[in-house]
């Protein structure tokens, strides 16, 4: 069986603190492997997240804790998802479906460009 790359590059990215644009906005990286269970059948734990200048979260993906239903911020009762973006960086939270390492960092990046747009008009 080949080991997937995209698992070492996110495991690389631990850690790490970026600033990535000139209005102060950084990026923070958090991953690492776990045992895999019901809640992290994949065997990661990560958060992946955008701050502002300030350092108050703007964007972030995470395993961290089970998803919220966005419509009245209660936990889900039936089924548990702990695959999840915050697309505010606030509470409010949806459910990601976690497909590969590859995907996660791809769609974190894009959503982090959506975001800035969003924020910055650009």
Do not use: C
């Amino acid at each position: 069986m080949t080991r997937d790359k995209s698992l070492d590059t996110l495991l690389y990215l631990d850690g790490d603190h970026s600033v990535i644009d000139d209005y102060g906005n950084w990026v923070k990286f958090e991953a690492s492997q776990v045992d895999v269970t019901e809640y992290r059948p994949h065997g990661l734990s990560y958060s992946l997240t955008l701050h502002d200048k300030h350092g108050m979260r703007i964007f972030g993906m995470d395993n961290a804790h089970k998803a919220m239903d966005g419509r009245n911020n209660r936990y889900k009762a039936r089924v548990v998802e702990y695959d999840h973006l915050h697309p505010d960086g606030g509470k409010v939270s949806v459910v990601y479906k976690f497909e590969s390492p590859e995907k996660l960092i791809a769609d974190f990046w894009r959503s982090v460009d959506e975001r800035l747009a969003e924020i910055h008009g650009n």
